[in-house]
């Protein structure tokens, strides 16, 4: 039996849809075209994998029936497959079965042997469907493949198993609902009137972000500096991302939040440009102190000298003083020895006197000027993020029942932290015609 399916999907549904991983996500606003392209991937597995057997989910028995299988029925071939309402099954014409099934009791989704899983909606399914549908990818012979359509729902299983760091075998892809060039002009628009800045970045933009509570950073800012993010131009050495090349003139600053410990936060070294505010490199990961330091000062050395504010609390004093070894000190913000004068160090700074040692402390009286700074900086649109989980992270930073600002609960906030260092450094830089740039012109004489 020739079957012939023709259906045209615009470039983020098909990014996804092609994507091999053993697990996938899309993960998109309301109405971005998800559970279509859920529907595709299942029909193409299907028929590549004759005698595949699969199970198909959605949160509640109604949003099933009323919602995905509908869209199976839109997408799957007239007379090609059978469906039997009764026992919620559809058998495809070579074999292939799939079992639609709530998630509203995982324990009921155990005892198949299956090739793959499709969940739609799966953000309002509990993380316990999640992983039994995983252990039952046992069926032999067959490719294993789990992929979830959704629209995000706060931090739950799937930021942390998604998005929250990339892992082997796994894949998200994202996209906002005006992405789906097949929707009206005025569907977005209406919702965007009548939705607040948090749900509207989730419901609309398929951001993971607090609905509700009490953010740090103005939300519909934040919005609108989603569409400065895109990818870098380059990654090298599974850390660096690099958005511009250095400018031979440019002027640089850096800041770092350099101090991996025990907790497993991450490090992190944001360079932007000192007159724009726009973000042109970041290095970001889990990296010894030394590897750190020394990535450092050959990425700030690249974009001529950066002015390096660099937070030198617990063993970020270790990245500071490494950074000095390797001969980065005149470069770098420095701060007043603990105690001198017993005035604080920010009143020193503004008293216009040169700090003496390298490196920014964070302390209970400079933590909330440089968040404030930055706080001002993103409300003004001084700065310009071009890397998502930056954004991200702000979206996640929050003041707590007695308003101090910090990461939510399980978040991180190490770039937070940098662009709050990076923004200092707008304000504290001073750039030679040597540090402005890094090649040095010689006059060679010679006799003839």
């Not at 497959?81 to 509203?104: A, F, Q, V």
């Not at 499709?118 to 294993?144: I, K, N």
């Not at 509700?212 to 660096?240: H, K, Q, V, W, Y």
């Not at 609960?409 to 200092?424: H, P």
Request: charged fraction near 25%; aromatic fraction near 10%; include cysteine.
């Amino acid at each position: 039996m020739a079957v012939q399916v023709d259906h045209r999907l615009f470039d983020k549904q098909w990014e996804f849809f092609s994507d091999e991983a053993p697990f996938s996500a899309a993960v998109c606003g309301i109405g971005g075209g998800k559970t279509l392209v859920g529907a595709l991937k299942t029909l193409s597995y299907m028929q590549q994998y004759p005698g595949s057997l699969g199970m198909v989910t959605a949160p509640t028995y109604p949003m099933l029936r009323d919602a995905t299988l509908r869209t199976i029925e839109e997408v799957f071939p007239k007379g090609a497959y059978t469906l039997n309402i009764g026992d919620m099954t559809i058998r495809y014409h070579n074999g292939s079965e799939i079992l639609l099934r709530p998630t509203s009791d995982p324990d009921r989704l155990r005892g198949p042997n299956l090739a793959f899983v499709w969940m739609d909606e799966a953000a309002q399914s509990d993380e316990a469907a999640f992983l039994v549908l995983q252990g039952r990818l046992r069926q032999p012979t067959f490719p294993h493949k789990l992929w979830i359509t959704t629209t995000p729902k706060g931090f739950n299983w799937v930021y942390r198993e998604f998005a929250q760091e990339q892992r082997a075998d796994y894949a998200m892809h994202r996209w906002a609902t005006k992405d789906n060039p097949h929707l009206p002009e005025s569907f977005v628009r209406q919702l965007e009137e009548s939705y607040d800045a948090s749900f509207g970045l989730q419901e609309l933009l398929g951001e993971f972000v607090l609905v509700g509570g009490n953010p740090f950073f103005d939300g519909e800012t934040l919005r609108s500096m989603l569409d400065d993010c895109r990818d870098p131009l380059r990654e090298r050495l599974g850390a660096i991302k690099i958005w511009k090349n250095p400018s031979p003139s440019g002027r640089y600053v850096a800041g770092g939040d350099l101090a991996w410990g025990q907790t497993g936060a991450y490090s992190c070294l944001v360079i932007a440009d000192y007159q724009t505010g726009e973000e042109v490199a970041e290095i970001h990961g889990r990296l010894p102190a030394e590897e750190m330091a020394k990535m450092s000062v050959d990425l700030c050395r690249e974009y001529n000298n950066a002015f390096a504010v660099i937070e030198a609390n617990n063993e970020g004093v270790n990245v500071v003083n490494r950074m000095m070894e390797l001969g980065y000190g005149g470069r770098m913000f420095h701060r007043d020895p603990e105690g001198a004068d017993r005035v604080p160090e920010i009143v020193r700074m503004r008293l216009g006197r040169v700090p003496k040692r390298p490196g920014w402390t964070t302390t209970g009286i400079t933590r909330p000027i440089m968040l404030g700074d930055l706080h001002a900086a993103v409300r003004n649109r001084e700065i310009v993020i071009h890397d998502r989980d930056a954004v991200s992270e702000m979206l996640t930073f929050v003041r707590d029942d007695k308003g101090k600002p910090g990461p939510a609960e399980g978040q991180y906030s190490d770039r937070v932290i940098a662009w709050a260092l990076a923004v200092q450094g707008r304000k504290w830089a001073t750039f030679t015609s040597a540090s402005a740039n890094q090649r040095r012109e010689a006059l060679t004489v010679r006799r003839w």
